[in-house]
Nanobody, 116 residues
């Protein structure tokens, strides 16, 4: 079955950086687009970034454009989210996502807290 395992979250000061990773298994990783979502306390889950199956195309939420970079390594079945210039409003649980046959699969999430 599909398994997504996120890692790399933590506590960081405003202006700092973090790199999230998502290790995927149970499906043919290289033929599916992958996404990162986040959910802050009391808010709905929102799409942060998407990357195409080969990594040639990416899209970002307006709020993170120019600060976050999504990438993937199909040889390692892993998708990354490099987060720079972090702000307190980036605080959330970050989730990796894949959609296969209209079914959404999620990891357990990794907490990112931006605070001084």
């Amino acid at each position: 079955q599909v398994q997504l395992v996120e890692s790399g979250g933590g506590l960081v000061q405003p202006g700092g950086s973090l790199r999230l990773s998502c290790a995927a298994s149970g499906f043919t990783f290289s033929i599916y687009a992958m996404s990162w979502y986040r959910q802050a306390p009391g808010k709905e889950r929102e799409l942060v970034a998407v990357i195409s199956y080969a990594g040639r195309n990416t899209n970002y939420a307006h709020s993170v454009k120019g600060r976050f970079t999504i990438s993937r390594d199909n040889a390692k079945n892993t998708v990354y989210l490099q987060m720079n210039s972090l702000k307190p409003e980036d605080t959330a649980v970050y989730y990796c996502n894949v959609v296969i046959d209209s079914r959404y699969s999620w990891g357990q999430g990794t907490q990112v807290t931006v605070s001084s």
